[in-house]
């Protein structure tokens, strides 16, 4: 089956900075890779997702770029706000697995004012 | 507000008893998961109901069970309850087909004395 690597496990920037976060996956069919964010205590949020047609995706601040050759997509963060703090989780999935996500094991995100 | 709503929030029970933790998924989502997120880890999934079927199996015991009714509403038993059974558990839903982003519920929190 799928496995999907995340790293690094925490990242701490200054305000202003930004942040990276990679994830490596193993099944080439994948086509689908959503991120999301998750604050203390409170459910995952999508924040941004791409399909494996498309090779780089915005939305403000927040960019997922996709390689498929290498098999690895990551997620950027421009000027990052204290608000910003939290932990972030890459997936894998294919249509043919019925949506069925493969989750990356998180990387905690602390933005330094 | 994701639409998808479970209850309860949290429930504090001992150990060796049973609960049901139930989960109604977005309005025309047929399919439903559920994962369990233990303190600090990341997201297992644990089962996917699509359409009233079983879709996945994950990493679930075989003290817990699920199951998703006529109306789409699935309830998750989980029995004979250990200590490492306290966790946040999440249901989460998608729409119909493949590459559909998973929105998640508040979760419901177990606590196990």
């Known amino acids: 089956g799928e496995n999907v690597e995340q790293h690094p496990s925490t990242l701490s920037v200054q305000e202003g900075d930004s942040a990276v976060i990679k994830c490596t996956y193993s099944?080439?069919?994948?086509?689908?890779f959503p991120w999301y964010k998750q604050e203390l205590g409170k459910r995952p949020q999508l924040i941004i997702d791409?399909?494996?047609?498309?090779g780089e995706k915005k939305d403000q601040r927040i960019a997922v770029t996709l390689n498929k050759t290498a098999k690895h997509f990551s997620l950027h963060i421009t000027e990052t706000q204290p608000e910003d703090s939290a932990v972030y989780f890459c997936?894998?999935?294919?249509?043919?697995?019925?949506?069925?996500?493969?989750f990356g094991t998180g990387t905690s995100l602390t933005v330094i004012p | 507000d994701s639409g998808v709503t479970q209850t309860p929030k949290h429930l504090i029970t001992a150990t060796g008893q049973r609960v049901t933790l139930r989960c109604s998924p977005r309005?025309?989502?047929?399919?439903v998961y559920w994962y369990q997120q233990s303190l600090d880890q990341g997201l297992q999934f644990l089962i996917q109901?699509?359409?009233?079927?079983?879709?996945a199996k994950g990493n679930i015991l075989e003290r817990f069970s699920a199951q998703q009714f006529p109306d789409l509403h699935s309830e998750l038993n989980l029995s004979s309850l250990e200590l490492g059974d306290s966790a946040l558990y999440f249901c989460?839903?998608?729409?119909?087909?493949?590459?559909?982003?998973?929105?998640f519920g508040d979760g419901t929190r177990l606590s196990i004395l």
């Open positions: 989460a839903s998608s729409a119909t087909g493949g590459n559909q982003p998973q929105h």
């Open positions: 099944d080439s069919a994948s086509n689908y």
């Open positions: 791409i399909r494996s047609n498309v």
């Open positions: 997936a894998a999935s294919r249509a043919s697995t019925g949506n069925q996500f493969y």
């Open positions: 309005s025309g989502d047929l399919s």
């Open positions: 109901y699509y359409n009233g079927e079983e879709r």
